[in-house]
């Protein structure tokens, strides 16, 4: 396959992608091809450009040199950490997995009943359900952690970008998350996660290790055992 074709069957493919903030570069000339159908753990140590570079794939940050070509995905959605939420949003649970509908209907507008099945599925397939009337700022961070993911699968996204999205959950949670993405994967979404869990990214079909905005891939599963503990 030349790599004309592999960027057109790709989800999402980076070419030597640059990217930064103010004039500060963050990612050093970045390649890497996402596909249909799988999950992608992306690792590394904190502040090596894993949450820029599910940016620069989400298309919320461009790239200053470089190109990001969408194939097979049309429309990607990033699910961002929670701290990255501001906790006095007066919007209830439901409302905020609703805005996931926004993408396709457009901000404010009636949404079809159509639209609210797949809410309520979303909800509880992160079981926030029974909190659907409670005001997101008094959630527990847990719980509005999974209430962000239930937003991001209700926008139907064929790219699912999700920054550490089960950090700081219980054992519960986290079994529900990965559970979640893998049903994702089988409904050939394409999955990327930053993680710090060698236990999460395990379940993953492919690692990428981000070191110092750099990507340097680990070639099989079995490398995990780089991992030497659950964070790394
Ligand atoms: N909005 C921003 N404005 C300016 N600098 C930023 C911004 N976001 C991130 N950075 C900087 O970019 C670098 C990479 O940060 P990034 O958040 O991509 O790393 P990360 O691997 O996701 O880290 P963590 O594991 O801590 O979430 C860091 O030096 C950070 O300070």
């Given at each position: 396959?030349t790599?004309?074709?592999?960027a ?44 820029t570079?599910l ?61 609210r ?41 064929d ?20 559970a ?53």
């Amino acid at each position: 396959m030349t790599s004309v074709d592999a960027a057109a069957t790709a989800a999402v493919a980076l070419e030597d992608v640059y990217a930064g903030y103010g004039g500060r570069a963050v990612l050093h000339g970045v390649t890497a091809t996402v596909h249909a159908g799988t999950v992608t753990a992306l690792v590394g140590a904190n502040g090596s450009g894993k949450s820029t570079l599910l940016a620069v794939m989400a298309s919320t940050l461009a790239p200053t040199a470089g190109r990001v070509r969408r194939g097979a995905a049309r429309r990607p959605a990033l699910v961002v950490q929670r701290s990255a939420v501001s906790d006095a949003l007066p919007v209830t649970v439901r409302e905020t997995v609703e805005m996931g509908r926004w993408a396709e209907r457009g901000p404010w507008q009636r949404l079809t009943r159509g639209d609210r099945a797949v809410v309520e599925a979303c909800m509880d397939r992160l079981a926030v359900a029974d909190l659907a009337r409670r005001v997101l700022g008094d959630l527990s961070g847990g719980q509005r952690q999974r209430v962000l993911l239930a937003q991001g699968l209700a926008q139907g996204a064929d790219l699912l970008l999700l920054d550490e999205p089960a950090t700081g959950l219980d054992a519960d949670s986290r079994e529900r998350i990965t559970a979640v993405l893998a049903e994702e994967r089988a409904r050939g979404v394409a999955v990327v996660h930053a993680t710090h869990s060698a236990r999460e990214a395990a379940h993953a079909d492919r690692v990428l290790r981000m070191e110092d905005g750099r990507l340097a891939e680990l070639s099989t599963i079995a490398d995990q055992a780089l991992f030497t503990a659950d964070d790394l």
